[in-house]
């Protein structure tokens, strides 16, 4: 038990309450307040919601953190495709060429994606240490703070490298199942 006086007439008491016994234990206390003082208005509140009331911008900034980056992700999956999508239109009487000279649909995954997937590999080493240090910084202004390990890096990399496959293999395999005799007609 700690008491901590406030004002005169006024003082706080830290009570430590059995897990489950919180309704047996208010009804004891409130009794042992009145029997001491009827004047005074016993009033109570938990230390715990206090901590969190601490917490409660915390938590505002990682759900709008979590739904900007979600719409990033989107936005950003809309480019990649957009991008896919026009490089195959522009590349689309060289894939009929390749096709027709026998290309597999592996070597024109490989030709459409490759340049994208390299870029993506670059951002992720740039982006990588720059988040760690970031998230570092953000986490010693904490009393208690979990350590970052190298694997969450690397799974949000991989995450990264299957929404980008994901999304440049539907271009690719439109464009590789296509008709090659149409795509060379095009004028």
Not at 6 to 17: A, D, F, Q, T
Not at 116 to 136: F, N, Q, T
Request: some cysteine; proline content about 3%; glycine content about 6%.
């Amino acid at each position: 038990m700690i008491i901590v006086p406030e004002l005169k007439h006024n003082s706080n008491m830290l009570i430590r309450i059995q897990l489950g016994q919180t309704e047996a234990a208010l009804k004891t206390i409130t009794a042992l307040c009145k029997q001491l003082n009827p004047s005074f208005p016993f009033s109570y509140r938990f230390v715990d919601d206090d901590y969190n009331k601490q917490y409660v911008s915390e938590i505002i900034v990682g759900k709008l953190s979590g739904l900007f980056a979600g719409l990033a992700i989107i936005i950003a999956c809309l480019g990649l495709l957009g991008l896919t999508m026009f490089t195959a239109e522009q590349r689309i009487r060289e894939i009929g060429i390749r096709k027709v000279l026998g290309a597999s649909m592996g070597a024109i995954f490989r030709l459409l994606s490759f340049n994208y997937l390299g870029l993506i590999l670059i951002s992720m080493v740039i982006a990588s240490p720059l988040a760690w240090y970031v998230m570092h910084q953000w986490h010693s202004n904490y009393a208690y703070s979990t350590t970052l390990h190298w694997w969450i890096f690397a799974i949000a990399g991989l995450i990264v490298l299957l929404i980008a496959l994901l999304m440049i293999s539907f271009q690719t395999i439109k464009a590789a199942i296509a008709n090659p005799v149409k795509s060379l007609r095009t004028e």
